[in-house]
């Protein structure tokens, strides 16, 4: 389920190799590119443990599970207030909180992982971009 951090060290670094290989411009392109889209760990991090209403999914983008992960929550609250006894609701709750466990105590190779995508899309959107290039 989750990448090991030597696997991950090694998909990055296997980039970074291939970043030094580009022209000083292809460079730029792709630090302009990855600056504004890499994210910090650490604020998916505090996303997850202090709001697990699944804001830390729409940090990275994925809006649907985002979506569910609120969408239980609310249930959660609805049914905690409105049923007696509220094990139904403090049931959702565990349920969502058992689901992102994982996520809160992996937030640094999730967010390690999602940057090397990141990365290796970037350098191949710079690499294809130097190809449509035409040549003087």
């Known amino acids: 389920m989750f990448t090991s951090k030597e696997a ?12 030094r290989q580009l022209s000083d411009e292809q460079k730029k392109h792709f630090h302009r590119l990855t600056l504004k889209s890499i994210k ?22 994925k ?19 409105s049923i007696e006894p509220p094990w139904v609701g403090l049931g959702i709750y565990g349920l969502v ?9 992996n937030a640094q190779n999730i967010i390690h992982q999602y940057n090397n995508q990141l990365m290796q899309a970037c ?4 690499l294809g971009a130097s190809n449509d290039k035409p040549l003087a």
């Open 97 to 105: 909180f058992l689901l992102e466990l994982p996520q809160l105590l």
């Open 40 to 61: 910090d760990p650490d604020t998916y991090a505090v996303l997850n443990w202090c709001f697990i209403a699944g804001f830390h999914h729409f940090y990275l983008g």
């Open 63 to 81: 809006f649907i599970r985002g979506a569910v992960n609120l969408s239980l929550l609310i249930l959660g609250l609805i049914l905690l207030f």
């Open 8 to 19: 991950l060290a090694e998909q990055e670094e296997a980039i970074r190799l291939k970043v």
């Open 123 to 126: 350098l191949v959107e710079v």
